[in-house]
Nanobody, 124 residues
């Protein structure tokens, strides 16, 4: 079992950058794909980004491509999401997840464990 804890969310102005983190407080993420999803009030949980276990493959949702960067440090059991040029529509709770049986994937059902989320709010 893996326990994931997100951190680093907050309130920022449009155009700012924010780097959020997700650390495995129990278990390991070394051999698994890691992803970020987000959920805004009244909306479905949306895929944001994924990074494969060997770091050589990343994939992004259309709405964040070229603005967000996912990375990982397996020695720290941590995955990061650097968010640049933030927009008010990026406001959501951001969740990290781990997928045991995939290389990369953008569907919720492909992931096995989830963190509790961290709130990101972007003001206009």
């Amino acid at each position: 079992q893996v326990q994931l804890v997100e951190s680093g969310g907050g309130l920022v102005q449009a155009g700012a950058s924010l780097n959020i983190s997700c650390t495995a407080s129990a278990g390991t993420i070394t051999n698994y794909a890691m992803a970020w999803f987000r959920q805004a009030p009244g909306k479905e949980r949306e895929f944001v980004a994924v990074i494969s276990q060997n770091i050589d493959t990343t994939f992004y949702g259309d709405s964040v491509n070229h603005r967000f960067t996912i990375s990982r440090d397996d020695a720290k059991s941590t995955v990061y999401l650097l968010m640049n040029n933030l927009k008010p529509e990026d406001t959501a709770v951001y969740y990290c997840s781990v997928g045991f049986s995939i290389l990369i994937a953008d569907l919720r059902d492909d992931y096995d464990y989830w963190g509790q989320g961290t709130q990101v709010t972007v003001s206009s």
